[in-house]
């Protein structure tokens, strides 16, 4: 009987397992596949293999509006991790080093956004910004993202910084050094794979949202997720595979880059 229970277990574990690997991954497979397409527009299965869509994509007349898009999302996106790591990897740090008391009552509050709706937080930010007498802009939406997306980086710096021995930290102040010698020199280098491992979800979170960019961006201002929508309901273009292939591929780098040079055991 034990036999059978075990037997059944391992099988829950393996087909369970290998449906949600291939829920997760056959997505992204299927836009890559029709990224290669060779019919005029969106379609699965492939008519054939060709590059005429990548092609379209790097041309820079007839590709402009996406190029300008994707420049607008890269900028606002960088922009958001460079706020977001001078505002929460400190205060990620400082939390660890709080009483427990105290850290276990703010750190749900600054997690909060995690679960708050992003649809939500976007409408109430437009709604406040009216009653403040300002409107959609460049900085409005690079604070909502830093708001929405900051705990992303909260928590993978919080957890390091939480393992970190502070007799480390006591042995260099008692040697002499200043608390912001002892923070460059040793508490950094500690949490430095959170700070990496956090970047990485904030940029590509803020590359990818629709919502807040949607309500507090500024009109003339095109962001990559808001034109590949209209290029979807106008004409399903085939660039729009195209951008999701590139934009995969440049995960997928970055993330192996990121765990070569930060340390997988680091990051965990």
Known sequence: MADIRTALYWAFVWVGGFAVLGYMIGPILLALLMSFNDGATLA???KGLSLRWYQA???PVQ????????RNSFETALATVVVVTLITAPAAFALARAPRRFAGTVEPVLLAPLVLPSLVYALAALLALSLLGLGPSFWAVLI???AVFAPL?????LGLAQRMNPALEEASSTLGASRLRTFLRVSLPGIAPGIVAGAFLVFMQSLDNVSVT????????TMLPLR???MLEESLDGRVAAVSGLLILAAALLLVTIQRFAGRKDLR
Not at 63 to 70: C, F, N, V
């Open 44 to 46: 699965f299965p492939p």
């Open 57 to 59: 994509l790097l041309d």
């Open 63 to 70: 590709s402009e509006p996406i190029h300008t898009a994707a």
């Open 144 to 146: 909502g993202h830093s």
């Open 153 to 157: 980086m909260f928590r993978t710096v």
């Open 214 to 221: 949607l309500f507090l961006g500024e009109p003339g201002r």
């Open 228 to 230: 590949l929508f209209s």
